[in-house]
């Protein structure tokens, strides 16, 4: 089936002319592939069991890809041999962009990890509905950013690449009227779907404990109750709280003892007694013994005029003892007038529009309800942390239009930024209050009948006739001879590579044409191939590069989570050198505080020289909007003794001040020339071109150059 079947009006044709899939020759039969294992069949295939990654073998029409004109990338043509697992994701919005969990919280995407529950979309009928899905991938990589407002405030960052949901259907971020780059983009007034940007956590301090156990305390008193509610003395002097509603979950009872513990008094949870049958089970938090009645009345005592942090504790607290979300509608109920008139005046200052209904014939208790449907319902719950997760879901709930969501403006940066992506179950995952789509390539499997989510990441696609294919291509008269990237879109070097061998083809190609290239990889399995690389280096230009940012393992771990170790990287350029083969380092980002010691530079320059790495190019940190917010967040989390020096350091913009990016510069200038890792001279003969093993001329008379070629260089 070729992949023009999959269109629809809201898929790019650019996408499918750039990436089509020919016929199968006549009579082919379908192969049983595993990547990695046994050999490839003679057609489309997959194969393998439970857990397996599995190859998906198909026919390429073409092979070398023209990068879009507008992409701030120093190469104009790519060759990418795989297509899909985790390399063929589109990577997508700011890492500080706040994803909804499964739980009600947020957490931004740069801490989203493997096997986290967040919520995603599933049709149901005629509607898309809320419901629970799990990450099973998550990535980082580099691209060009677009800023894109909504009229309620919302700010989404993401690459022109990325789709959101709108009324029309996924719709590209940027996008062209007219050839190579038309496809259904966002303009202004374009209504996206979702709640809309989601609320800050409240800080969880010293006020908010002080309003938590206040709404807890007394809304969980029984009707009628007065003084310190649900309490007791037994024998031992010890104070006693018995939460009977709160109690069934558990979790509203340790965040009451948390609280106490925060303000100084040492409580414990525990279980008095089995309940009876007919009675809901009881549990209580015990203080300490000798926690006066005094202190407890303090502690619980209604502010004279609460702050806004006591406010948020005192709504999740209450909402704790006497709330529930039955229907979708979130209800806080009381018989106490006291407590219902302190949630009326708390919902009120917040702007949460609510009623208040009842008293009940019967009961006496009244109920505040708070009425704006699942986007005020979202806004409350984060706005003041409750502690019981099982209220906190919004499962089944209809995903609705607003206009507050339309869009009033899309600003292109012109900067490249760290962004990143995941892959769910579904499909999409809702990003500061709107549906994302996970990346462009998911629709593509699907011809092959595999699904949208786990296959895309256990089912590769293996353009098994690629290289073939390149040489065909490099034959055309039309061609001129351009350096070639690999590495830029999908590692050539992923786990399908050691079974189906494409690479060394593709190597061999590029020689027999002296076409420039270079290879982008961090994997090992590029080693494999030393030899076809120095074949080709002594007729064309042939570059490889790798980041090193240093050699400090923890911050590798905390701020390069997933990739390979520095030291791994760095046996990849020394083995490399060991062959006559350049790889070029670029020391990134070097970190204020945390990488950028004399110590360290000269240790981390020391390793790179060591390796045999041809040169290095030092990057210091810049923090541009939705980096720096959460960037300065992991600091302060991570390292919070550094938080002050950043916020002078970066207090004027994105990047440090001149005379602080001088000083780092000339440490790892000094370092290198100490470890003789200083750029050649521009009259040096590249480093990479070994000599030709006979002693002859080049097998092109220009130097090994493509015609309109030129030296080749990822770090530009």
Not at 60 to 85: D, H, K, L, M, Q
Not at 207 to 228: K, Q, V
Not at 597 to 603: C, D, G, N
Request: aromatic share 6%; net charge positive.
């Amino acid at each position: 089936m070729r992949w023009e079947s999959l269109r629809d009006q809201h898929d790019e044709p650019a996408l499918f002319e750039r990436a089509d899939v020919a016929p199968e020759p006549s009579g082919a039969g379908r192969g049983t592939g595993r990547a990695g294992l046994a050999d490839p069949g003679p057609g489309p295939v997959l194969g393998g069991d439970g857990g397996d990654a599995v190859a998906v073998e198909i026919r390429a029409r073409s092979i070398i890809n023209r990068v879009p004109g507008e992409a701030a990338v120093p190469f104009r043509w790519t060759v990418n041999p795989y297509r899909g697992c985790s390399h063929a994701c589109v990577y997508c919005l700011s890492g500080d962009t706040p994803i909804l969990m499964a739980d009600g919280r947020t957490r931004p995407l740069a801490e989203i990890r493997v096997g986290d529950r967040i919520y995603g979309t599933r049709r149901a009928g005629g509607r898309r509905r809320y419901t629970p899905t799990t990450v099973q991938a998550h990535w980082t990589t580099v691209k060009r950013a677009y800023r894109i407002t909504l009229a309620d405030g919302t700010v989404l960052v993401a690459s022109g690449d990325h789709r959101f949901l709108t009324g029309r259907g996924w719709t590209y971020v940027a996008g062209g009227a007219s050839g190579h780059r038309r496809r259904p983009h966002l303009t202004e007034g374009t209504g996206l779907l979702g709640t809309g940007r989601y609320a800050d956590p409240p800080e969880g301090a010293g006020a908010y404990r002080r309003g938590y156990l206040c709404g807890i305390l007394r809304g969980d008193a029984p009707p009628g109750g007065s003084g310190h509610p649900g309490t007791k003395r037994p024998a031992d002097g010890a104070r006693v709280f018995r939460l009977r509603r709160a109690l069934a979950d558990g979790e509203a009872a340790d965040r009451a003892a948390g609280c106490l513990a925060g303000l100084g008094v040492s409580a414990v949870r525990f279980d008095p007694a089995a309940a009876p049958e007919n009675r809901r089970a009881i549990t209580a938090i015990r203080t300490a013994q000798g926690t006066s009645s005094e202190r407890m009345s303090e502690i619980v005592e209604w502010p004279v005029a609460p702050c806004d942090e006591w406010r948020k504790g005192f709504l999740a607290g209450a909402f704790d003892a006497e709330g529930d979300c039955s229907g979708g509608v979130l209800r806080i109920s009381s018989a106490d007038s006291e407590i219902i008139a302190a949630v009326g005046l708390s919902m009120k200052h917040f702007g949460f529009e609510h009623t208040v209904e009842g008293p009940a014939a019967v009961s006496g208790a009244q109920v505040v309800r708070l009425t704006g449907g699942l986007r005020e319902r979202l806004r409350f719950l984060q706005t003041t942390d409750p502690a019981i997760t099982r209220k906190r879901g919004i499962d089944d709930a209809a995903l609705e239009s607003d206009p507050r969501l339309d869009v009033v403006s899309i600003e292109d940066t012109g900067e490249l930024r760290t962004l990143y992506d995941i892959t769910t179950g579904t499909g999409d995952f809702l990003a500061n209050g709107v549906v994302s789509h996970n990346c462009f390539a998911r629709r593509t499997h699907e011809y092959l009948d595999l699904d949208s989510g786990h296959d895309f990441d256990s089912k590769i696609m293996v353009k098994v006739n690629a290289g073939e294919l390149l040489r065909r291509e490099l034959a055309n008269p039309r061609w001129a001879g351009e350096p070639i990237a690999m590495g830029t879109n999908t590692d050539p070097y992923q786990r399908a590579e050691g079974r189906y061998r494409l690479m060394p083809q593709i190597i061999a190609a590029l020689r027999d044409f002296a076409n420039p290239f270079s290879v982008l990889t961090k994997g090992r399995l590029i080693l494999r191939d030393l030899d076809l690389l120095e074949q080709a280096a002594r007729v064309t230009d042939v570059g490889l590069a790798v980041s090193v940012g240093s050699l400090d393992e923890d911050v590798w771990r905390t701020v390069e989570p997933g990739t390979p170790r520095p030291a791994s990287r760095l046996d990849v350029v020394r083995r490399c050198a060991d062959r006559g083969l350049s790889c070029s380092v670029l020391m990134a980002p070097i970190l204020p505080g945390l990488t950028d010691s004399a110590e360290q530079i000269e240790a981390t320059v020391a390793a790179i020289a060591e390796s045999g790495a041809a040169n290095v190019t030092p990057i210091l940190l810049h923090l541009r909007p939705g980096a720096r917010e959460w960037y300065m967040r992991w600091l302060a989390r991570e390292y919070p003794h550094l938080v002050p020096r950043y916020r002078e350091l970066y207090r004027r913009g994105a990047y440090a001040p001149k005379p602080y990016r001088d000083l780092v510069g000339a440490r790892v200038r000094d370092a290198a020339r100490r470890h003789g890792l200083l750029r050649p001279d521009s009259g040096d003969p590249p480093r990479h071109r070994p000599a030709p093993a006979d002693g002859s001329a080049s097998a092109r008379s220009d130097g090994g150059r493509a015609p309109g070629g030129e030296q080749l260089t990822l770090l530009q």
